[in-house]
């Protein structure tokens, strides 16, 4: 029997955020032991670097979010990264502590980007200190080399998936947040050689960083156009100058046409030196007439640009363009970045972003799965609150539907600010595909989106726990927790494609098991659980489960439960309690 917590948590999930790290399982093959302030030991990349004139082939990775060359680094109060007196990478230093129960601990390897060798440096789902984990963070480092456009040219790249903490309680912090706040950046080791040391904006600066700011790092961009994704370019051991754009994305709203929204501003600097700069914008589709502008069209930095909108010839919908910035003259070396702009006409059009289509377990943005549950988060979705009492669920909900590239999809729930729907398992996967919420006909922003074949989950409680049923029915917590060698149940979703799939809407069947085609795989406590089935739990819609056992030898309390699905995606981690 399912329990009744799953069916709850269906229907109430919280919203994620951007997510830019990269998943590729070599980077995972090197782990830190659960620690304060540690670090590894010298570390091969695999490649060389030239990183302001010094070759480098090893680095430090320390608990800290940090990569340095020349020597660890304990120190867990960020300062000026210049003053560090390090060759240091800090995609975000601060006092991480992966000593608790719910923290995950730091790992690193070497791989493959885009053909080229890489190494990646991962801090996901870790607390702060002192053995602090109501708010967790996950970030990356990769570098990759470029030595195929000069030897010693190398990319840096800052991914961010979920910033809910800045700071530790040793470095002024209370509850994540103030005192000494977390800094990100680059420095060769000194002071005084001003083009060898770089903060981005907001470094230092209390809760500039987190998920909770409209400008958080999950939002930003630099020469990439994934959200939360920044990427500096070394070339003949410098940093190329690159341009740093705030705010990411603007939203302008009216309740009628005729109603004109007010300016808003893009302001614009680099990491170094001054560049000039070209102006375009873009709608999609593209308007007839044109309904952004944006002014000046050419300048060079520091400066700001102006960005308008008309709306009168607009019927009432929801609108998206970008304002694109790219280099003018050819000595200027940056990347053409762009500035999403979402317009809404009207008091009821549906208003999303990518980051609010999320996997319902996982909370994965952007990325959804067939036979997967995914939420909507926004506003205006919906004029009420409705769920549904009937099977097959329906593709209409309370005058509301959710569609991608025009197909309807299922819902199990609606209301102003939340959806829960799911993707049919016959639907084909696609890249850069276009979702919409429409509401009373009248449509929302349009948000893309990719659906792949598999993007697992693991169902939570409000704790963090996973939804896992014990061996004696229990739900797997603190006060009921599973032996070695007990059968237990994983509640997930987005696991992939199974044999004998419903229809849409439809509960899967429960007479006739619908294993997934390829095994998922289970691991706790970093042990491979026996897995003796994986595949959709009968009589409900778009739920998976996986039957496992538990692995003897893991010692008493909390571990970390993964579920990797057959073709290798795995899950973030869950805890799970053993006797």
């Known amino acids: 029997?399912?329990?009744?917590?799953?069916?709850?948590?269906?229907?109430?999930?919280?919203?994620?955020?951007?997510?830019?790290?990269?998943?590729?399982?070599?980077?995972?093959?090197?782990?830190?032991?659960?620690?304060?302030?540690?670090?590894?030991?010298?570390?091969?990349?695999?490649?060389?670097?030239?990183?302001?004139?010094?070759?480098?082939?090893?680095?430090?990775?320390?608990?800290?979010?940090?990569?340095?060359?020349?020597?660890?680094?304990?120190?867990?109060?960020?300062?000026?990264?210049?003053?560090?007196?390090?060759v240091i990478i800090a995609p975000f230093w601060s006092d991480v502590?992966?000593?608790?129960?719910?923290?995950?601990?730091?790992?690193?390897?070497?791989?493959?980007?885009?053909?080229?060798?890489?190494?990646?440096?991962?801090?996901?789902?870790?607390?702060?200190?002192?053995?602090?984990?109501?708010?967790?963070?996950?970030?990356?480092?990769?570098?990759?080399?470029?030595?195929?456009?000069?030897?010693?040219?190398?990319?840096?790249?800052?991914?961010?998936?979920?910033?809910?903490?800045?700071?530790?309680?040793?470095?002024?912090?209370?509850?994540?947040?103030?005192?000494?706040?977390?800094?990100?950046?680059?420095s060769n080791g000194s002071t005084v050689q001003a083009d060898a040391n770089f903060e981005l904006p907001g470094s230092g600066l209390s809760r500039a960083f987190l998920d909770s700011n409209s400008n958080g790092l999950i939002r930003r961009r630099l020469n990439s156009d994934v959200p939360g994704r920044i990427v500096l370019e070394v070339r003949s051991g410098g940093v190329a100058s690159t341009l740093t754009i705030e705010p990411d994305a603007l939203l302008f709203t009216t309740d009628a046409p005729e109603n004109k929204p007010a300016l808003q501003r893009i302001n614009m600097a680099t990491n170094q030196g001054t560049v000039r700069y070209n102006v375009t914008t873009t709608t999609t589709p593209l308007s007839n007439p044109n309904w952004l502008f944006a002014s000046p069209q050419s300048g060079q930095t520091p400066s700001q640009i102006v960005v308008d909108v008309t709306t009168e010839s607009l019927q009432p919908g929801g609108y998206v363009g970008a304002v694109r910035i790219g280099p003018a003259g050819t000595l200027t070396t940056f990347g053409t970045q762009e500035v999403g702009v979402i317009l809404a006409v009207g008091n009821t059009v549906p208003l999303v972003l990518r980051a609010g289509v999320v996997n319902a377990a996982s909370f994965l943005p952007g990325v959804l799965s067939p036979g997967g549950i995914f939420s909507v988060f926004g506003l205006n979705l919906a004029g009420t609150t409705s769920s549904v009492n009937q099977t097959p669920i329906p593709d209409v909900l309370a005058n509301v539907r959710v569609e991608i590239n025009n197909q309807r999809l299922p819902m199990f729930f609606v209301s102003?600010?939340?959806?829960?729907?799911?993707?049919?398992?016959?639907?084909?996967?696609?890249?850069?595909?276009?979702?919409?919420?429409?509401?009373?006909?009248?449509?929302?922003?349009?948000?893309?989106?990719?659906?792949?074949?598999?993007?697992?989950?693991?169902?939570?409680?409000?704790?963090?726990?996973?939804?896992?049923?014990?061996?004696?029915?229990?739900?797997?917590?603190?006060?009921?927790?599973?032996?070695?060698?007990?059968?237990?149940?994983?509640?997930?979703?987005?696991?992939?494609?199974?044999?004998?799939?419903?229809?849409?809407?439809?509960?899967?069947?429960?007479?006739?098991?619908?294993?997934?085609?390829?095994?998922?795989?289970?691991?706790?406590?970093?042990?491979?659980?026996?897995?003796?089935?994986?595949?959709?739990?009968?009589?409900?819609?778009?739920?998976?489960?996986?039957?496992?056992?538990?692995p003897t030898g893991l010692g008493s309390g909390a571990h970390a439960l993964v579920v990797t699905s057959g073709d290798g995606y795995p899950s973030a981690p869950v805890t799970f309690f053993v006797n």
């Open 416 to 550: 102003p600010t939340q959806i829960n729907a799911m993707v049919p398992h016959n639907f084909q996967p696609v890249q850069n595909a276009v979702l919409r919420v429409v509401r009373n006909n009248i449509p929302g922003t349009p948000v893309r989106v990719d659906v792949v074949p598999a993007v697992p989950g693991v169902f939570q409680q409000a704790t963090g726990v996973g939804v896992v049923v014990n061996q004696n029915g229990s739900v797997n917590t603190t006060s009921s927790r599973a032996n070695w060698g007990d059968a237990i149940v994983v509640y997930a979703t987005g696991l992939g494609p199974v044999r004998n799939a419903p229809n849409p809407g439809v509960p899967t069947s429960l007479t006739e098991l619908s294993p997934t085609l390829t095994p998922a795989t289970v691991s706790i406590g970093g042990r491979s659980a026996n897995v003796v089935f994986s595949g959709l739990t009968p009589g409900f819609i778009g739920l998976y489960q996986v039957n496992a056992v538990v």
């Open 97 to 186: 502590d992966t000593s608790g129960p719910r923290s995950s601990p730091a790992t690193y390897g070497r791989g493959v980007v885009n053909g080229r060798p890489a190494f990646a440096a991962n801090w996901r789902n870790v607390g702060y200190y002192n053995r602090k984990e109501d708010k967790l963070n996950s970030f990356q480092l990769v570098l990759v080399d470029r030595s195929d456009t000069a030897p010693g040219n190398f990319d840096m790249e800052f991914n961010y998936e979920t910033i809910q903490w800045e700071s530790g309680e040793a470095s002024g912090g209370a509850g994540g947040t103030g005192g000494y706040s977390a800094r990100a950046g680059y």
């Open 1 to 86: 029997m399912l329990p009744r917590i799953v069916c709850g948590i269906l229907l109430v999930v919280s919203l994620a955020q951007a997510q830019a790290i990269r998943n590729n399982l070599s980077f995972y093959e090197n782990q830190l032991d659960r620690n304060d302030d540690g670090s590894s030991g010298a570390y091969r990349l695999g490649f060389q670097i030239n990183f302001f004139g010094r070759i480098q082939d090893t680095l430090f990775v320390n608990n800290n979010r940090n990569v340095t060359f020349d020597a660890a680094l304990p120190t867990y109060t960020p300062q000026r990264i210049n003053e560090t007196g390090r």
